[in-house]
């Protein structure tokens, strides 16, 4: 016993730490080294196809804007006239208008019928997995053929207006009518890509806790009620990606209005990029063009910024 607690009340020292023991080792150092060496090196390829994919792209388009260039001859560095010339142009401002239209009616219509339906389709059944793939469909589709098909159905000689005719109705014109056809653009916009949308929301629905949506109930809140107070805020941030891709993307649509409308009538249809790529680049206006392209870039990035800081603003003022 006396042995026992003479072990016991002499307790094991350790070393006092060192002014050797903080140094790091040469070992831990390579290791170290090693690591962000294999980093880089995964990370090398992704960042070298983005700057000669995207980074150097646009450069070499900022350049070309400040010169007067038809694509063969020397470039003639002008400085800003390209840009100064945008606000002069005629057709740059109405086919400015004409995007700013289809991109605000189309998103929001994307948004609205991609919300409603996806509401109706959040419960996991095959019939839903049914509708959600029919409103996906149209989606997967070129959207020149889109066009091509509505087209020739919507055409004056197309099936809606052969029928009108053998009932004695004269023919509807939603593709030679100025007012008429922007309409019909945008429908077949809303048409083609709300499905996207549907697909956004029903996987922001799939996380809203079921918990909250039975104490609501049990509390006598309607389907609208819940839908407006807990299952919409829950979901605002998948609204905001939506509502940005549908901008952006509308900003740059073309080849719709191509195969459509082909800008028509009377260009009462040109959109910017279809403006660029139909009648300016084709005209051997590279540089002017390419000013009209930055132009579309930069609108395109400020509308993300501002809708997105909008919709931070308002979560902000929600919670607070």
Same mark, same amino acid.
């Given at each position: ?17 060192? %002014? ?26 992704? +960042? ?8 150097? %792209? +646009? ?12 694509? &063969? ?31 605000? &009616? ?67 014109? &939603?593709? &030679? ?11 077949? #916009? ?60 509308? #900003? ?69």
């Amino acid at each position: 016993m006396v042995g026992l607690a003479g072990l016991s009340a002499d307790p094991v020292r350790t070393p006092a730490p060192g %002014p050797e023991s903080g140094r790091r080792t040469p070992t831990g150092r390579r290791r170290r080294f090693r690591g962000a060496a294999v980093s880089a090196g995964m990370l090398a390829p992704a +960042v070298v196809v983005y700057t000669v994919m995207t980074i150097v %792209p +646009v450069i070499v388009a900022v350049y070309l804007s400040l010169t007067d260039w038809n694509g &063969f001859s020397t470039a003639t560095f002008i400085g800003l006239e390209n840009y100064a010339r945008l606000f002069d142009d005629p057709d740059t401002t109405r086919a400015g208008l004409v995007t700013l239209v289809v991109a605000f &009616f189309g998103a929001v219509g994307m948004l609205g019928l991609g919300l409603v339906y996806a509401l109706q389709l959040k419960e996991r059944r095959w019939s839903n997995s049914f509708f959600r793939t029919l409103a996906y469909y149209p989606h997967v589709i070129s959207a020149l053929i889109l066009g091509f098909l509505w087209s020739a159905i919507l055409g004056t000689n197309g099936a809606i207006n052969n029928t009108l005719r053998d009932l004695g109705i004269g023919p509807v014109g &939603f593709l &030679f009518d100025e007012n008429l056809a922007v309409i019909t653009l945008v429908g077949v #916009i809303v048409w083609a890509g709300f499905g996207f949308n549907v697909v956004l929301f029903v996987a922001g629905l799939q996380t809203v806790p079921r918990e909250l949506i039975e104490a609501a109930q049990i509390d006598g809140a309607s389907q609208r009620q819940i839908n407006r107070r807990i299952v919409i805020p829950m979901i605002s941030p998948v609204v905001t990606v939506a509502m940005v891709l549908n901008l952006v993307g509308l #900003i740059k649509v073309y080849d719709i209005v191509v195969s459509l409308t082909d800008g028509g009538p009377a260009g009462s249809t040109e959109t910017i990029a279809y403006l660029i790529l139909s009648r300016s680049f084709a005209g051997t206006d590279v540089g002017f063009a390419t000013a009209q392209a930055v132009g579309l870039m930069v609108v395109s990035a400020a509308l993300s910024v501002v809708v997105t800081a909008l919709r931070n603003r308002q979560d902000r003022a929600a919670a607070s």
